[in-house]
């Protein structure tokens, strides 16, 4: 019993195998709803919607051609939905917490998805005849032309700010 | 010199911190480049531009329309691409391989991303004029509407088959 002792001085065993690394996530990017970004795309959406909605309306004749009547429709449309994101933004903003969770982000996407196609497809559709009446026909003499110029660029502008929205939108949803 | 030596049996450390488990991807969604899917896409977006080009191309008046001269040149951009693209699926699926690179893919989302758009913009100005000369000014017996009906219809159906390929491509791009 008075052997000397073994004097090993084992190493150290490695750490054990870390947790697994959390998923790479894309980081609130300015323009993801509940960001300050988010709140400034949506009342853009919101402010060039109104303008295109009021200006078009205010035209005598634009019930006349059906793709006027459907650019007011889509206008109100888009307007209607994004002020009640803007608002979703600054109660998100408020409580300062962000969307996070899937249900909230899928339902944004196909929300953003429909009403930015509508929002285009009716531009298109107004650009189209409007470009016939001024370009193609010169009727701008009998036709509130500019009217015409001026509601279709307010919402191809609505659109373009709509266009970040969604693809954030869906980036995230894709990335969950 | 004689002392016995120690009888340590040291445990084995446990094993190294095993790879990190692969990334969850997307399989092979059938309809993303390189599969079988997404070739009858290609083909499907291919046939329904070349029948939209050709039924307006061939229509006597459409130069005279800013819009319909879009749509022509619209869809020639889309039947070129998704022939192109047609082309190299078919020989991912001949080589066995599908299009796994981030490079080949980004390319792809932003090309499917213009086409799709302006294909759709395209159609959308052509149904808001037809929906103008047959709708609202009962013109259709000086201009040959069924025509242009058609091909408005045909560039719709080559976006509606442009349009999986473009979210497909999205989600892919997205999930990497």
Redesign the interface.
Known sequence: MT??R???H??D??P???A??PRVRLKDVQGMPGTGGGLVLRLLQFIFAVISLSVMATTSDFS????FC?LVAAVGLQSLWSLILAIADIYALLVKRSFRNTVAVSIFTIGDGITS?VT???A??????T??IG??LHYCNLNPCSRFMAATAMAFLSWFAASPSFILN??SF??E
Chains 1, 2 share one sequence.
């Open positions: 052997q000397s073994p004097a090993v084992p190493v065993p490695p054990l195998t870390a697994a690394p006349s051609v059906t793709a459907y196609t285009f497809a009716a298109c559709a107004s650009a189209g005849i470009v016939l370009n193609d869906f980036w894709a990335s």
